[in-house]
C-alpha cells in the first residue's frame, strides 16, 4: 500500500563550463525527485530532469499525479500501468497545458519512475532484472499504446517480445561484460580548444570508443575547427558525434551539415527545432548517408511516430525523464524496433536510470547494444552512482533504478 | 514606462452541460491574466485560456516572464517585438519545459498579449485599428520568423503585407456589416437531443449561418444520430461542423470519419492527437474531398508550418491564447496565407481578442472573412463584452484588445 509522496526540488550548479551548450551557457542541472513511500518501509525514487527555475512548475505538478497514488496497492497498479499512466496523462485538470508534453508529461515521468523504482525494489531486484522477469503480456500491461494503432498494436507488441525472448540468452553476455559508454563531457560548448583537446585524449584512456562535440556556435567556423581537432586527436576510427542543441534553422543545417561531413560524425544530434519533423526529413535526404540522431526534445511517442514513419532518424534518443517515464520510453523503443531503428537514450538522469532500460531493450527486445550516453558530473550526489570501467557501464546489481540521491534519501517518508 | 504587473489566477465553472467535450466533462475555464501597468495609468490585459487546476503554473510561470518587463519601455519593446519573443521563448531557465509549448508557452501568451493590450490603450485604439496603422516593416519587427526560414523570409512576409495593403479598401467594407461568427454552443457533448435540437432552432432564429457539433462519443452511432438530428432542423444550406475533441485513433477516424459525410459537415475538427501531423494527412487523404481543422492545440509555429506543408488541414484554428500570444498568431496567420489555408481561430479568449485579430487577418493580409467561433458563456464577466446581432460580431470600438474582466480590473496597479 502506498503510504505518503514527497516531491522534492533538487538543483546542481556544475563548474567551469560543464554542460555548457549551444542554448544553456550556465546550466544549472535540476531533479524533480518524486519519493514514493509504501507502508513496509521502501521508498521509490523517481527523477525528471530540467534545467534551472522550471523546476518548481514541474515539482508542483508532480504532487498532484503523485497524491493520486496514495492508499493505493502498487502491484495492481502496475498489473495494467498503460491504463493507469492513460488515465493520468488525459486528467481534465492538467490535459490542455500539453497534452503529452511540457510541464505536466515531465511531472508524470517523475511520478511513472517513483512507481517502477518503488516496484523493483519490492521485488528486491534491480529495475532491468524486473523488466527481464516479466512476460510480452505483462510487459505490454505496462504500456499505453494509444494513438499507435496503425503501426503497433498490442497483439504486435507482444509478438515482438515473444520473438525475442526465445533469443535472449545469445544476448545476456553484456551483463558481465557491461553495455558500452560515450563520453559527452570531453566537447562541452564552452570549452577552449586546450581543454578539448585534453579531454579527447583522457576519453580514449579511460577506453571510451565514442565521444561527443557541442557545436552551434554563432560562427560555424567554430564548429568546423574544433570538429577537426577532435578527429586529429582520436584518429579516424572513434566514432564521433556533433551535437547542435536546435541552434540552426534548416537552411544553416544543410550548409553547416555538408561541411562537418568531412570529419566523418557518427550522426548530427538536434540540428533543428524539436517539433519541426518535416525539416528533419528534408535535411536527412540533403545529407545522407550522415545520419540525424533526435529524441532529447521529444516529448511524447506520438511525435516520435511520426519521426520514425517519415524515415529521418538514424538514432532515437528518447530520454525516460523526459517523456512520460519508464513506461513511455519502452513503448517508443518497441516503436523504434518496429521501424529498425537504435535507440541511443539522452541522459537526463546521469545514465543511473538509462543503464536499465538499455539492458532490457538490447536482452528483452533485441536492440543492438550500441552505446550509451555517460555524464559524470553529478555522480557524486547519487547513492548509487553508475560505474563505468573501460568504457563500459557495469550492470548495476542494487535492487530498484538506481536514482536514489544522497541529499534527498535523508528525508523521512 | 511599465511599473508593475500582477498576474491573476481566474476561474468560471460552466453550469448544465456547457463547454462539455469528449475529454472535459466538467469543464472550468480558466484564464491566466497578466495586468500590466505603466507609468500614466494604463492597465494592459493578456490572457492565455486553461481548463482548471493547472492554470496556477501557467499564472507562476507568467510572473516570470513578466517581471522581465518591469523599467522597460512598451513602444521600445514594440518597435522590436519579434526579437524579445524570441529571447524569452528561449529563456534558458524555462526552455527545457517546452521549448514553446505546454506551460511555459501558455504564460509567454499572456504576458504577450498584456503588451499588446497595453500598447493599443496607450495610443487610445481599438487593438485591430493599431495593427492596421503599422507599416509592414513594423508589423514583420513584431514577429519572430525563425525557424520558419525555408518557408517565409522576412522579405516575402513584407512583400505579402505590402501588396494586401494595396487592395485594403475593398475590404473595410466589414467594419460595418460585422465579422461573421458561428455558434459553437449549439451542440456540446453532454446536451441531450432535446436540447441540442431546440439549440439548433435557435441558433437559426439568431442569424447565425453555421453551428457546431461535439462527437467523439465512445459509441459511434451516437455521434451519427446526433449529427442527423442537426442537419435536419438546419437543413442544407447552414454549415455544420463536428469536432472530435482529439478522441478518435487513425482508424476509428478513418471509419467514423466517413460514416460522417452523409451529413456533409463543413470540417471535422480535431479528429485524433494534435501532435500527429501524419496520421491527419493519411486521414485528409482518405476523407477527401471532407476537410479537417485542426489548431486548438497545437502550440507553435513550428507545428502549423508542417500541418502546411503536408497540405492536411483545410482550415488552422490557431488560438492567441494558446500559441504564444498575438505576435506568433499573426506569424502562423502569414504562413497560412503563403499556403493559401483560411485562418478560423478556435476562441479560448471567447472571441474578445481574437475579434480584433481576424479583423486584421482579413483587412490587413487579405485573408478571406469566412467567420469566428462564438462562445458566449463568459460574458456577463467582461468589461466589454463581444457584442453579436444577426449573427455578426459587431467592431469593437474602445481601446485595447477587449480582456479586461470585471472581476480582475477592481485591483490596483
Redesign the interface.
Known sequence: MIKNIIVKDARFPLKGGAGSDA?????IYSYTVACLYDDKGNCGTGLA??????N???C??AR?YGEKLIGKDLTEIMASFGDWFRQRS?E???????????????ALAAVTNACYDLWAKQQQVPLWKLLLNLSPEQLVNTLDL??L??VLSRKEAIDMLAEASDSRNTREQILQNGYPAYDTSAGWFNYPDEQLEANCKQALEKGFRALKLKVGSRNPDTDIRRANIVRNVVGPDIKVMVDAN?QW???QAISIGKRLADINPYWIEEP????????HK?LADALAPLKLAVGE?V??K??F??YL??GCAGFIQVDAVRVGGVSEFITVSLLCKKFGVPVVPHVGDMGQLHQHLVLFNHIGMGHEALFLEHIPHLREYFVNPASIVDGHYQTPQEPGSSCDLLSINSFAG
Open positions: 542554448v544553456h551557457q550556465n546550466p530532469f530540467t534545467l534551472g527555475a522550471g518548481e512548475l514541474v508542483a505538478a498532484f488525459d481534465q485538470q492538467f490535459r490542455w497545458l500539453g497534452p503529452h508534453k511540457g510541464v505536466v508529461h515531465l494509444s494513438y494503432e496503425e536546435q534553422n534548416l537552411p533543428t527545432h524539436p517539433d519541426d519533423v518535416l525539416s528534408i526534445h516529448p511524447n506520438v511525435i511516430k511520426n514513419q517519415t
